[in-house]
């Protein structure tokens, strides 16, 4: 009997102490952040992680603002939130102009049902290349990875040539 007071007070502490960490802390955390630079489809996007602390809110969403570094308004991303996730996800919209390292800002908001702030993240994101590593064109095309002849020419010559961005 002594034996499983001291096993239900055990798991007592242990509850307790994971309500104060969700009540004191954050409901998530930043895991990640990368800059994505997909070579086969010619695209660059950011990546970022977030890992869950504590319950996330039924009908809640992410909404996530990237630095667009071509400059312009931020591009956003909105989405929707499920108790039982343990990883959020979010990538931006394909990006132009990446700068090896630039600062380029990143927020994130959770927001309740409602549409209440429940936290804030801000952070930024640094490339260590340039994005004109990347071809202007995508080196295939389709689902059997056809080679795409705007890349690879019939001649036997390539135009791996990326765009123009402001400097």
């Known amino acids: 009997m002594r034996r499983r007071l001291m096993v239900v007070m055990a798991a007592l502490l242990v509850l307790a102490a994971c309500q104060r960490e969700a009540a004191d802390g954050d409901v998530v ?3 990640g952040k ?11 996007t950011y990546l970022v992680t977030l890992r869950r602390l504590a319950p996330l809110p039924e009908g809640g969403v992410t909404e996530a603002s990237f630095e667009d570094p071509r ?3 931020p591009l956003m991303v909105r989405q929707k939130l499920f108790p039982v996730m343990e990883k959020i996800v979010l990538e ?5 102009c990446v700068r090896k390292g630039i600062p380029y800002a990143v927020t994130i908001r959770l927001l309740g049902p409602s549409g209440e702030e429940i936290q804030s993240i801000e952070t930024s994101l640094k490339s260590n290349v340039d994005q004109d590593v990347l071809p202007s064109k995508p080196l295939s095309l389709g689902p059997a990875y056809d080679v795409n002849p705007q890349v690879f020419k019939p001649d036997g010559s390539t135009d791996f040539s990326s765009g123009s961005c402001p400097t």
């Open 34 to 44: 990368i800059f994505v630079f997909n070579y086969r489809v010619a695209r660059a």
């Open 71 to 73: 400059g312009g308004p």
């Open 92 to 96: 931006s919209p394909p990006v132009h």
């Open 29 to 31: 955390e930043l895991s």
